[in-house]
């Protein structure tokens, strides 16, 4: 059985931290947190999550450079990816999906429920290997 | 950081006596410095704004090309981000007062100020212009800037509340209750104050579909179920299997405002009470309430309800955890819509919310203009907002226009097949699509390929710097609200120039069904008497009319001299009539046909064969 692997990227260590323990209110999550973009280029690569959970607004790279990035990269270019963001104005939303986006969450998020919604966007494939 | 210092200004001014005069006044007094750069009309303004970096501009309103409110409006479109001081002879305080509203930072009267004053105000203007950005910039970056710790809290709040960190003892679970559901009130106060603020800008698109009503409110009862449980009130829909009631709205933006109403009327309700919703269709709005049996809303506090932060009684509407922008944002909304919001004592107590929002068969029927002048040109307006729509119909109809309405995308495609229309007119935000694609799309329609198109909307400069713009040939990028004389000057100017363009044919009848055949062939101006038909012709040029003799009522000898074009040439004419027969000697006459013999099939081959003819004719004489 393989756990559902998701890489969460935010800069903000508090944010990282509640919304660990909001995904691990799912038994079947396998949680890994990056603090910038360019850390989570790496570890995409290395550990092949299941889903991606990006920040927007960070420092030196932001959350669609990095996805555009992750995009380009033959290793990550088919990792879903939702955006987890303060900024989901109607035109900021149409840019993420332009970019390969599967989604958008908006922050902020009931804890009890983020869970259920990140499930909402896993990869048939992925659901199957966890069961 | 304090004001920047102004190194260039833009003088807009065509009278060369002022321009010297200001020159020779900064030089004066010393303002080296500021190098002036002067233009004598807003065309050359506008070159020179897209090719030089300018700190401010001075603009007198009485140009060539621009005059009044709408010169301000074309040199605040060209340069949204400068500063600009107006400079004029004309002292009417409520015409200051509009130019300051169209984005005019001053508004300086001449001989009334000497240069010291205008180097003063210039410098104050290019002030409160950076702070006016300033602002705009803040409220953004704020809202986003408040909404990273509240995740922290709400989330940290949340999680606590839900157990996930193991039970609590209940003075302590008391305490976390009250730190949650104001954290919550927090994070809905800043979207509250975002969403107000973006709207009266102007930013917010709204997306237009035909919505049923009912649907949506059962959506916001169960959305606001939980929360009216806490109020102990029950919610009910009045007929809930009523007809179907279908608006054209944004149905995102309805359910906000459902969704508002309903809260304020639990919110203000006593427990064990009822909130009802009905939802009736009239013959052209639907007519939505929200009735509750809350204390009703005091005399005093009546003028002031859709005003933000308004709250009857503050410290009462506080425990109710109001932001206090509710129903501001719902009256904001309901005018975007093209609807009204009212609100009425219930009687027995208590109050009862109305919204009236336009239905969507009467929107739809709208779109068509049915009540313009025989013969005008008709023009395709792809607008998405109502209001501005009929606006602009209405001013477009006083110098001569038919203005028919496409809403969306889809819609501009559709009738721009079925309808040949002289110009198109479109906004750069539509529902379905953005108006550069519907611009591509038109122009590879054979018919479009080389029809005038001019964009019209509240953010041009966004299409604009569509990669794509440049090859659409766009007549002209408009501002809205949009300079008529400017507009009309454009509409007029390409008719002549028109290639390939379609046939127009004048039809003097009153038959529908002959009407719409002949809109296949060609443009068709349908007018019912010879007096019209008169006026038509005047108006402008046609290439065939079709004729029904029996309408002229025994006056068809003097028409027929008539039928000639604005350039005096005679136009061929397809008289079709029983009385066809008696006048087929005439010259003029290419056919007669009789109507009673005579299938609207063999009809349209005759008119076919006589514009072919005709157009040959031209070639000739060529």
């Known amino acids: 059985m393989t756990d559902i692997r998701i890489l969460l990227v935010d800069d903000e260590p508090d944010i990282r931290e509640v919304v660990d323990v909001s995904l691990g209110l799912d038994p079947e999550f396998k949680i890994r947190a990056c603090a910038s973009g360019a850390d989570a280029l790496v570890t995409a690569a290395e550990w092949s999550p299941s889903i991606i959970l990006l920040d927007v607004m960070m420092p030196l790279m932001d959350g669609p450079t990095t996805l555009v990035n992750l995009r380009n990269n033959p290793r990550t270019a088919d990792i879903p990816v939702v955006f987890l963001t303060a900024r989901t104005q109607a035109d900021e939303v149409e840019q993420y999906i332009s970019l390969g986006a599967q989604g958008v969450l908006s922050k902020p998020f009931d804890p009890m429920t983020l869970a259920a919604s990140v499930r909402d966007y896993l990869p048939p494939s992925s659901l199957h290997h966890a069961v | ?100 509203q169209e984005g005019a930072q001053d508004y300086l009267i001449k001989g009334q100020i000497e240069v010291r004053g205008i180097l003063r105000a210039l410098r104050y203007a290019a002030e409160r212009k950076r702070l006016e950005r300033l602002k705009d910039e803040f409220v953004s970056t704020v809202s986003h800037e408040l909404r990273t710790p509240l995740t922290s809290i709400t989330g940290s709040l949340g999680l606590l509340m839900g157990n996930a960190a193991g039970s609590m003892p209940a003075p302590m679970a008391r305490l976390l209750a009250i730190a949650h559901s104001n954290s919550q009130r927090l994070v809905r106060l800043v979207n509250d104050i975002l969403d107000i603020e973006k709207m009266e800008a102007g930013r917010v698109v709204f997306n237009f579909s035909r919505v049923e009503v009912r649907p949506l409110v059962a959506q916001a009862i169960e959305a606001n179920r939980g929360f009216a449980e806490d109020y102990g009130v029950q919610v009910r829909l009045e007929d809930a299997h009523g007809a179907a009631a279908d ?9 906000q405002v459902i969704t508002n109403l309903l809260s304020n ?45 308004a709250q009857a009684d503050a410290g009462a509407a506080r425990q109710k955890g109001g932001t206090g922008l509710g129903l501001s944002i719902v009256k904001q909304i309901v005018d975007r819509l093209s609807g009204e919001v009212g609100f009425t004592d219930a009687p027995g107590g208590g109050t009862i919310f109305h919204v009236q929002l336009p239905c969507w068969d009467h929107v739809a029927s709208l779109a068509v203009d049915r009540d313009a002048k025989p013969g005008a040109a008709r023009l ?71 029809t005038p198109i001019i964009v019209v909307s509240g953010d041009p400069g966004s299409g604009r710097d569509d990669p794509r713009a440049s090859q659409l040939s766009v007549l002209d990028w408009l501002n809205k609200p949009v300079d008529l004389d400017r507009l009309v000057r454009i509409l007029v100017k390409p008719t002549a120039q028109q290639a390939n363009r379609r046939p ?42 079709v004729l029904d003799v029996a309408l002229a009522k025994g006056a068809d000898p003097d028409l027929l001299p008539e039928l000639r074009d604005r350039n005096g040439n005679v136009i061929p004419v397809v008289v079709f009539s029983a009385k066809g027969a008696s006048l087929a000697s005439d010259a003029q006459v290419s056919a007669a046909l009789a109507e009673s013999h005579t299938s609207i099939d063999s009809l349209m081959a005759t008119v076919r064969d006589r514009l072919a003819s005709r157009i040959t004719n031209i070639r000739e004489v060529v």
């Open chain 2, 380 to 450: 395709l307006l792809c607008e998405d907002d109502l209001d501005t729509a009929l606006t602009l119909r209405a001013q477009l109809r006083q110098v001569g226009f038919a203005t028919d309405f496409a809403y969306s995308v889809g819609d501009a495609l559709a009738r721009a097949v079925t309808t040949h229309y002289h110009a198109v007119l479109v906004d750069i935000h539509l529902p379905d699509g953005d108006g550069v694609s519907l611009i591509v799309r038109l122009r590879a329609l054979p018919q479009y390929r080389d």
């Open chain 2, 1 to 100: 950081m304090s004001a920047k210092v102004i190194k260039s200004i833009l003088l807009i001014e065509d009278n060369p006596g002022d321009v010297r005069l200001l020159r020779e006044m900064f030089d004066e007094h010393g303002a080296h410095d500021t190098e002036m750069t002067s233009v004598d009309c807003m065309s050359a303004a506008e070159r020179h704004l897209l090719e030089h970096v300018v700190d401010i501009i001075l603009l007198d309103p009485g140009l060539p090309d621009a005059q009044g409110l709408g010169a301000i409006r074309r040199a605040h479109a060209a340069a949204p981000r400068l500063p600009l001081v107006v400079l004029t002879c004309l002292d009417d305080e409520s015409v200051a007062e509009q130019a300051l």
């Open chain 2, 247 to 255: 608006v054209r709205a944004d149905p995102d933006r309805l359910l």
């Open chain 2, 504 to 545: 127009r044919i004048l039809h003097v009848d009153e038959d529908n069904a002959v009407a719409r055949a002949l809109s296949e062939i060609g443009d068709v101006v349908t007018v019912n008497t010879i007096e019209e038909a008169q006026r038509a012709l005047k108006a402008s040029d046609f290439d065939l009319a």
């Open chain 2, 265 to 309: 009327a639990i919110k203000f309700s006593p427990a064990n009470h009822e909130v009802i919703i009905a939802v009736e269709k009239g013959a052209d709005t639907v007519r939505l309430t929200v009735r509750d049996h809350g204390p009703g809303i005091p005399l005093d506090f009546k003028p002031l309800i859709f005003e933000k932060f």
